[in-house]
């Protein structure tokens, strides 16, 4: 049982940056893959970023291409994502979420086993 805990949200103004972080207890095993989805009000979740933590391949929305990074820290058991030129749409909460097997663009959140609870981002203009 995979125990994820989401972390570092907060408020910040349009053209800031924010680093959420979604941290196990115990070690993520390097046949997962870890991704970040997020839901905005009114609107469905949607995936964002994803890396798969044996090859370090990463995957991104079009969307947050070029201002989003996701990376791992496996000595701290943490992968994070590093949000830059934050926009008003970017406001939404972000869930951490894992599953056995690579990443892929294809966002198929039923395939994601374990789900953090979740941490706000708020941009403002």
């Known amino acids: 049982q995979m125990q994820l805990v989401d972390s570092g949200g907060g408020s910040v103004q349009a053209g800031g940056s924010l680093r959420v972080s979604c941290a196990t207890y115990?070690?993520?095993?390097?046949?997962?893959?870890v991704a970040w989805f997020r839901q905005a009000p009114g609107k469905e979740r949607e995936g964002v970023a994803g890396?798969?933590?044996?090859?370090?391949?990463?995957f991104y929305a079009d969307s947050v291409k070029g201002r989003f990074t996701i990376s791992q820290d496996n000595a701290k058991n943490t992968v994070y994502l590093q949000m830059n030129s934050l926009k008003d749409d970017d406001t939404a909460m972000y869930y951490c979420?894992?599953?056995?097997?690579?990443?892929?663009?294809?966002?198929?959140?039923?395939?994601?086993?374990?789900w953090g609870l979740g941490t706000q981002v708020t941009v403002s203009s």
């Open positions: 890396i798969s933590m044996y090859s370090y391949n990463t």
């Open positions: 979420a894992a599953r056995y097997g690579g990443c892929g663009s294809n966002w198929y959140q039923p395939s994601y086993t374990y």
């Open positions: 115990g070690y993520i095993p390097s046949e997962y893959c």
